[in-house]
């Protein structure tokens, strides 16, 4: 069966007149399996925007092969544009209102009728901002329109840039909603990349963590809470020095909320509370829980 | 038969989705309709008034008259083409013309043709105020007055082109040229001037220029000497011959772009 989008060997090095060289991705290697959300999460610069870029055909690798639907990407580039689109950040052309910047993409996709262009107003719920500048819109309303401007060409894969950021809560849960509901009807591939650790473990299939321009790990949110070989977490409410704390398990220090990653709580739990006194700390409370994804995200950052 | 059908309206449909682009802004923008009419109204009036007073003969007012208004009409042509990169580059939008099908050939000529047509309406807004404010009338047979038009407009597509270039080579530095460039091509190919008087190698830089000839074409009916015996048949030879380089530079200018990742830069 052919893969939605496969990767091998990428790399891209930005080259600035006068300045430095940058070294964006290091040999990435990555497959997506057609008809899921895969998403590529990481911190800021670890690469995310510039391998979503290189797969959607904005940019071209340094080295290394990329495939999208089974064609080269930078070979049959035209034929490959046809069949993805991407939404990445908040832009439409200067000057233009809703409706007449979706009839100007729909129309760059060779498609002419008005229809696709009303279907996917109403799809996205547009309706009362077809008439208005985009410019006007909205941070919420102008993501949405960027969102239709992606499926105008009915895409088979599609590739989401952060498509919540800037978003308040309930209309990032919306555009959650949308994306989830567009997956099942239109059945599609969508490659995301986003921060939100909550969101990559709600929409996701499968998950990769790039740090530093390369693939750190990759599995669904399951095999990746596993991948740290810690299965739970104590967070504990503590008292005392913590400066020079000093443990036996991995541990996260925000104020005086100490959280420590462990195989079995339940067990590790009284050594920790000992180890602690022993250090002239004292437990006001603790609380025992699965690790998250966002956990594991952090302990990859840091690379610990 | 229905294969090359639905071919044929796709190639139209991504060529006139940029002549819609600069349509709606046209048509939404003040500001656009306003440099289409007001600066090239200006510029003739206060050129057709320096004529009167240095008490210029009827030749010689419209030996600057033509230069005035191939300016105006190149000017407004032009800065469509442009457009095709400089409204992306303003709106920060550029990855998604970039990520479309569009080659960039059909994404500039859909642009010309709009530009075309603000550039007609200044051309006959300009002939119509000339001949009624300083007795300018047009000589040339229509034949000659389409070749001299289809010519000036084309010239307008090359610097549109040559501007699309210099932004994607040297990103928002460029966008100076998009207003300026018209200018210094104008300062070379004898706007008020034959390009006779310039010095070397100057004058030579002038003939390079297909709007030169262009223009001894139509002074030539008003008597003015031509630098060369057929200066349609060079202008056009220029044209054709410099459109075809731009294209496959701004090609390799797109590419290296998406290279070095300015694509991304104009686009965030």
């Given at each position: 069966m052919v893969k939605a989008v496969e990767c091998r060997d990428v790399w891209m090095v930005y080259r600035t007149f006068m300045e430095k060289d940058t070294v964006a991705l290091r040999g990435v290697n990555l497959d997506v399996e057609d008809g899921i959300i895969f998403g590529l999460l990481g911190p800021n610069g670890a690469g995310k925007t510039t391998l979503i870029s290189i797969l959607a055909t904005i940019l071209i690798p340094t080295r290394g092969e990329v495939r999208v639907l089974g064609m080269d990407a930078f070979k049959n580039t035209r034929k490959v544009r046809?069949?993805?689109?991407?939404?990445?950040?908040?832009?439409m052309p200067w000057g233009m209102k809703v409706y007449e910047c979706l009839r100007f993409y729909a129309m760059c996709y060779g498609i002419t009728g008005r229809k696709v262009v009303e279907d996917v107003i109403s799809e996205f719920e547009l309706e009362e901002h077809r008439n208005k500048r985009f410019d006007d819109l909205s941070t919420g309303n102008k993501q949405k329109a960027n969102l239709a401007r992606a499926?105008?060409?009915?895409?088979?894969?599609?590739?989401?840039?952060?498509?919540?950021?800037?978003?308040?809560?309930?209309?990032?849960?919306?555009?959650?909603?949308?994306?989830?509901?567009?997956?099942?009807?239109?059945?599609?591939?969508?490659?995301?990349?986003?921060?939100?650790?909550?969101?990559?473990?709600?929409?996701?299939?499968?998950?990769?963590?790039?740090?530093?321009?390369?693939?750190?790990?990759?599995?669904?949110?399951?095999e990746l809470k596993r991948y740290t070989k810690m299965s739970e977490r104590i967070i504990l409410k503590v008292r005392g020095d913590v400066s020079r704390l000093s443990f036996p398990y991995p541990f996260r220090l925000d104020g005086n909320s100490l959280t420590v990653f462990v195989e079995d709580a339940e067990k590790a739990l009284p050594s920790i509370v000992i180890k602690l006194a022993e250090q002239g700390i004292n437990v006001e409370s603790a609380k025992m829980e699965e690790i998250t994804l966002e956990d594991v995200f952090i302990e990859l950052a840091e690379g610990s | 038969m229905r294969t090359s059908l639905s071919s044929l309206q796709k190639v139209l449909s991504e060529i006139l989705a940029f002549a819609y682009r600069n349509y709606a802004l046209t048509k939404n923008e003040f500001y656009a309709i306003f440099e289409m009419l007001?600066?090239?109204?200006?510029?003739?009036?206060?050129?057709?008034?320096?004529?009167?007073?240095?008490?210029?003969?009827?030749?010689?007012?419209?030996?600057?008259?033509?230069?005035?208004?191939?300016?105006?009409?190149?000017?407004?042509?032009?800065?469509?083409?442009?457009?095709?990169?400089?409204?992306?580059?303003?709106?920060?939008?550029?990855?998604?013309?970039?990520?479309?099908?569009?080659?960039?050939?059909?994404?500039?000529?859909?642009?010309?043709?709009?530009?075309?047509?603000?550039?007609?309406?200044?051309?006959?807004?300009?002939?119509?105020?000339?001949?009624?404010?300083?007795?300018?009338?047009?000589?040339?047979?229509?034949?000659?007055?389409?070749?001299?038009?289809?010519?000036?407009?084309?010239?307008?597509?090359?610097?549109?082109?040559?501007?699309?270039?210099?932004?994607?080579?040297?990103?928002?530095?460029?966008?100076?040229?998009?207003?300026?460039?018209?200018?210094?091509?104008?300062?070379?190919?004898?706007?008020?001037?034959?390009?006779?008087?310039?010095?070397?190698?100057?004058?030579?830089?002038?003939?390079?220029?297909?709007?030169?000839?262009?223009?001894?074409?139509?002074?030539?009916?008003?008597?003015?000497?031509?630098?060369?015996?057929?200066?349609?048949?060079?202008?056009?030879?220029?044209?054709?011959?410099?459109?075809?380089?731009?294209?496959?530079?701004?090609?390799?200018?797109?590419?290296?772009?998406?290279?070095?990742?300015?694509?991304?830069?104009?686009?965030?």
């Amino acid at each position: 069966m052919v893969k939605a989008v496969e990767c091998r060997d990428v790399w891209m090095v930005y080259r600035t007149f006068m300045e430095k060289d940058t070294v964006a991705l290091r040999g990435v290697n990555l497959d997506v399996e057609d008809g899921i959300i895969f998403g590529l999460l990481g911190p800021n610069g670890a690469g995310k925007t510039t391998l979503i870029s290189i797969l959607a055909t904005i940019l071209i690798p340094t080295r290394g092969e990329v495939r999208v639907l089974g064609m080269d990407a930078f070979k049959n580039t035209r034929k490959v544009r046809e069949r993805i689109n991407i939404s990445s950040g908040v832009r439409m052309p200067w000057g233009m209102k809703v409706y007449e910047c979706l009839r100007f993409y729909a129309m760059c996709y060779g498609i002419t009728g008005r229809k696709v262009v009303e279907d996917v107003i109403s799809e996205f719920e547009l309706e009362e901002h077809r008439n208005k500048r985009f410019d006007d819109l909205s941070t919420g309303n102008k993501q949405k329109a960027n969102l239709a401007r992606a499926f105008l060409n009915n895409p088979e894969v599609v590739f989401l840039d952060e498509p919540t950021a800037n978003l308040d809560p309930d209309m990032a849960k919306k555009i959650r909603e949308m994306i989830l509901r567009i997956k099942e009807e239109r059945d599609i591939t969508i490659v995301l990349t986003t921060h939100n650790m909550k969101e990559a473990e709600l929409l996701c299939d499968r998950i990769a963590f790039i740090k530093d321009g390369k693939i750190a790990a990759e599995g669904t949110s399951e095999e990746l809470k596993r991948y740290t070989k810690m299965s739970e977490r104590i967070i504990l409410k503590v008292r005392g020095d913590v400066s020079r704390l000093s443990f036996p398990y991995p541990f996260r220090l925000d104020g005086n909320s100490l959280t420590v990653f462990v195989e079995d709580a339940e067990k590790a739990l009284p050594s920790i509370v000992i180890k602690l006194a022993e250090q002239g700390i004292n437990v006001e409370s603790a609380k025992m829980e699965e690790i998250t994804l966002e956990d594991v995200f952090i302990e990859l950052a840091e690379g610990s | 038969m229905r294969t090359s059908l639905s071919s044929l309206q796709k190639v139209l449909s991504e060529i006139l989705a940029f002549a819609y682009r600069n349509y709606a802004l046209t048509k939404n923008e003040f500001y656009a309709i306003f440099e289409m009419l007001f600066w090239p109204m200006i510029s003739l009036i206060s050129v057709g008034l320096l004529g009167e007073f240095l008490y210029l003969e009827k030749d010689a007012v419209a030996f600057i008259i033509i230069g005035v208004i191939t300016l105006s009409v190149i000017q407004i042509a032009q800065i469509d083409v442009t457009y095709v990169m400089l409204l992306d580059m303003w709106s920060m939008s550029l990855k998604y013309i970039i990520v479309t099908p569009t080659p960039f050939y059909r994404m500039v000529t859909g642009a010309w043709l709009f530009g075309s047509v603000r550039g007609l309406i200044s051309l006959v807004l300009l002939i119509l105020l000339s001949a009624w404010l300083f007795g300018f009338t047009l000589t040339l047979p229509l034949t000659a007055m389409a070749a001299f038009v289809l010519g000036i407009l084309l010239s307008a597509m090359l610097i549109g082109i040559f501007n699309c270039i210099l932004i994607l080579v040297f990103g928002r530095r460029a966008e100076i040229f998009a207003w300026t460039l018209t200018a210094i091509v104008m300062l070379f190919c004898g706007i008020y001037y034959p390009v006779t008087i310039l010095p070397e190698p100057f004058k030579t830089l002038g003939l390079l220029i297909p709007i030169t000839h262009y223009l001894e074409f139509f002074r030539s009916f008003y008597g003015f000497q031509t630098v060369f015996p057929n200066p349609l048949a060079i202008a056009i030879v220029e044209t054709i011959t410099y459109l075809a380089l731009l294209l496959v530079v701004a090609e390799i200018s797109m590419l290296r772009a998406r290279k070095t990742g300015l694509v991304l830069k104009l686009s965030d």
